[in-house]
């Protein structure tokens, strides 16, 4: 997704709506599969001397679930802005900014999202939580074992 900044003037902006191949996520397809092409919609201002590019771009991915390790679906729509100060090449590729934008939007851990009744909607497992416990999770016998271990200088 490419603009010219000569065409563009302080009183004419810039549309810009473009389907862009999810190849350029770069997924490794380990966790995570682009399932459809990446839909782009963006306006670029000019201020003065720099240019203002705002607009969104959503696509949809299959993500690993990191509790029950099955693919499921998960939208992406990622908010666009971004300013490209002065000096302007002659072209200038939103692609990357965009691919960035839409990868800032994933989760570090994705999960599928329970029923009210604790169960996966993929698998049918049911999950507990966790019980809280105001206890430490670590015992005074760990520190003592690791006073063992230091070194002698």
């Known amino acids: ?48 001397e720099d240019f203002l590019v705002t607009g969104w771009a959503q696509t949809s991915l299959s993500l690993l679930c990191g509790r029950c390790a099955e693919w499921m679906p998960w939208p992406v729509r990622a ?27 994933l989760p570090l851990n994705a999960v599928c999202r329970l029923g009210a009744d604790g169960r996966c909607p993929v698998t049918g497992e049911f999950y507990q939580p966790r019980p809280e416990s105001s206890d430490s999770l670590v015992s005074e016998g760990v520190w003592d074992a690791l006073s063992k271990l230091k070194t002698k200088d």
């Open 79 to 105: 908010r666009v802005e971004h300013l490209f100060e002065a000096p302007h090449a002659n072209s200038i590729d939103l692609t990357p900014f965009i691919r960035e934008d839409i990868l800032l939007e």
């Open 1 to 48: 997704m490419n603009f010219l900044p000569a065409l563009i003037t302080v009183e004419h902006h810039l549309e810009l709506k473009e389907e862009i191949p999810s190849e350029i996520l770069g997924l490794g397809e380990a966790s995570a599969k682009a399932l459809k092409p990446i839909l782009a919609e963006v306006t670029v201002q000019k201020e003065e």
